[in-house]
């Protein structure tokens, strides 16, 4: 099961006949450890991996350190849920350290990033304090390298 | 034209008569051709792990750019020492019973120059990696080919060996795991090899540069059998399981009167290996376990792909268990290895070696090379099985 995960984590879009053949099992052996991996919600989605700096219209991503009250009974659970709740929130954890949460926004613009800051977050009941960065370029993203210069330069043939 | 006649006559008789490799020949046809998909490559298709190049890198810094000691630095010779030992269980002195060479091509030349007198016998089983048969001959020695076989998995067999030894046998050359074949010897057939060494009295060189990519059981070395150690001389290097072959690293390890024998050569024709390349191999031995793993890993997922589809196809193959070469057996196809080879080329732009660039015990068969992206490979299946649609 681990090994058909570590690949589905390099790449999602691997059919199921190509795994079978690179796993060295049945097709159906994969097909049903896809599925109990989906039924169970380890598999939460498969998603594309863009470069975004590549579109017209690219997205910005602003990170925001995020310092909250735990509450009685509720803890961080509550508050960083209500906060996950929000379309605009892409990544939302449970940080060690100097701030409690780290969220990560996606916007059109650094001001609709500012506007979703001072008026929905900062003024949630039990949020005490935000630093906002913006994120300038993305070289790495999920293992992925997006300005490799790396080439094949192999010789065609040898020994 | 007389003149150029008689120029061409300087060159030494031994060199004239070594035909161009045919690997070379096939070479300049797959060169010709654009956006081929090249299951022809023998080497890792992964550029050096970055904690090696970060490493070489620092040594600059540190400004290294000096000779090291011709035997290598101590520092690295250190780390093969540990490598080897905790491969083999047997323990070479790094003061004077390892050699850092350039390369394996290196440490194969010292070895068989530093025992071969003119009219020695070389055995070396063929197919076999294409330098072997030269080198052999430029030392002035005979090489004589053991051709290992379809039937015995491309295993040299006691019977063979019996059969071809002389009184003037000196050397016998081990390369398992094998290029071309993928064939690894179980440890039964290693102590057979290592009884005939002893009881003939001959001396082994093992290159052993594929040893950490075995994938179905681990590698096991000659020198680890009981009174091996003292006549073998074990090569390896940095170039396959850590993806370094331009950085030329490799090691020979043996007693110390055969180290220092080859140390003699190495001394006045190469002096020592490139100080920045010595760095990184110690950061690849020290470190690069992480990375060996996960290309290994690699390696095993494309080469079960790649078995799958031959299956699928039904097309034999001698079982890869080790290096990242697949030797296919295309016999039924009633091409030789080399128009097989061409026709593929030819038709679907897919490059692979014919067997017989690795001697005439290769006919029948071609090389394919999993040291090449998945992506790749599964291009080059499909269009394999449209290839062979041709003969149905």
New interface residues.
Partial sequence: MSELINLLRKNGNETPENIAKILNKSLDEVKSEIHELEQKGIIKAYQAIINEEMLDQSLVTTVIEVKVIPEYEGGFDRIAQRISKYSEVESLFLMSGRFDLLVFIKGKTMHEAAKFVSEKLATMSGVTSTATHFMMKTYKLNGIEMYSGEKDERLKISP | MKDSKSLHNKVAKIIQEIPR?G?RD??DI??TRED?I?L????P?F?TPWRIRDAAYRSLDYGKTSYTSNMGSISLRNEVSKYVNSKTNVLYNPEDEILITVGVSEGLDLAIRSFIEPGDEVLYHEPS???YNPIIKFAHGIPIAINTKKEDNFKITREQLDKLKTRKTKLLLLNYPN?PTGAILSKSEVEMIADFAISNNIIVIADEIYSDLTYDQDHFSIISVPGMRERTIYLHGLSKAWAMTGWRIGFATGPKLFIESMMKIHQYTMLCAPIMCQEAAKEALKNGNVDLQLMKEEYN??R??I???LIEMDIPFVEPNGAFYIFIDISKFKLSAKEFSIKLLEHKNV?V?PGT??GQAGEGFIRCSYATS?DEI?KAMMKLEEFIRIFK
């Fill in positions: 490799s690997i096939f070479f797959v060169s081929v090249s022809g490559i023998g080497e298709d550029i990696y294409v330098s290029n997922q494309r079960n792909f078995k799958a589809s490059a070696v660039a690795f998945l599964k």
